[in-house]
């Protein structure tokens, strides 16, 4: 999920801009590193169970995900950000099938995928799940308001910098259970494929800046604003369900005596 091009430094977009976006983006990734739903990933006194209950609950917005890289993609024209854009959603489309190998490797038994058929559908679509399904919903509402191809770009940036967070917590649970080549998504084939990239990524703390020069105008500069704290708020809110499962998880082990 990284974006495919070199040596682009993010600017001041304008005199009055406080932080750039890349700041921005960069600040925010380090408050949802701090998430309780990414601390518990990383915590290898917790309960490997409890910490990969969350993973069945991640299937709709795994498979949202194709849809909000397909609707991001424009005809180019000529536009070199938007075939950075379009190079990207077309080498992430396939990793879904890396989740749906994994899921069934991993065999998380006492969920709704344990259940009949219809009882997925349920779940997916519960009230309580509806901050994951909003997450991408709302993803694909911003991407159409993005009318120019900068915008896009940085939704793909957010989208970077919120993954690098779920792929590094879930790491050491990977590396705790010895499954680094075991999993796809979850593991070697996944991360490797996040890193084989000229820009520098997320995962190695290497990210290169957006490009924004000439500037943007104001309007858009406003939009970008608020593309950058909707996505964190949304993908904040989520994070929360996930760990909602997580504890659930936790209250059904027995008691110790």
């Not at 993609?73 to 938007?82: K, V």
């Amino acid at each position: 999920m990284a974006v495919g091009y070199r040596n682009l430094k993010d600017q001041l977009l304008n005199p009055h801009t406080i932080m750039t976006l890349f700041e921005k983006v960069k600040q925010k990734r380090v408050q949802l590193w701090d998430h309780d739903f990414a601390k518990m990933m990383r915590d290898t006194d917790m309960p490997t169970e409890a910490r990969l209950s969350c993973i069945p609950h991640m299937t709709f917005f795994i498979m949202g995900f194709k849809d909000i890289l397909f609707d991001l993609q424009r005809t180019p024209n000529g536009d070199s950000i938007q075939r950075m854009v379009n190079e990207h959603c077309e080498e992430d489309n396939g990793h879904w099938q890396w989740f749906l190998n994994d899921l069934e490797r991993l065999q998380i038994h006492g969920n709704f995928l344990d259940q009949g058929n219809w009882q997925i559908f349920a779940e997916l679509w519960s009230d309580t799940n509806w901050p994951i399904r909003e997450t991408v919903y709302d993803a694909i509402h911003l991407g159409r308001l993005a009318y120019t191809s900068r915008l896009r770009l940085l939704m793909l940036e957010v989208i970077e910098a919120i993954f690098s967070v779920y792929a590094e917590s879930i790491r050491v649970l990977v590396d705790q259970l010895g499954w680094w080549e075991k999993l796809e998504f979850f593991g070697r084939v996944h991360y490797e494929a996040e890193n084989d990239h000229s820009s520098g990524s997320w995962l190695d703390g290497a990210k290169n800046g957006l490009e924004s020069s000439p500037g943007m105008k104001p309007a858009e500069l406003d939009l970008a604003r608020e593309i950058v704290d909707r996505m964190f708020h949304n993908f904040t809110l989520m994070f929360d369900r996930w760990h909602e499962t997580q504890n659930l998880y936790m209250e059904r082990l027995p008691k110790s005596a």
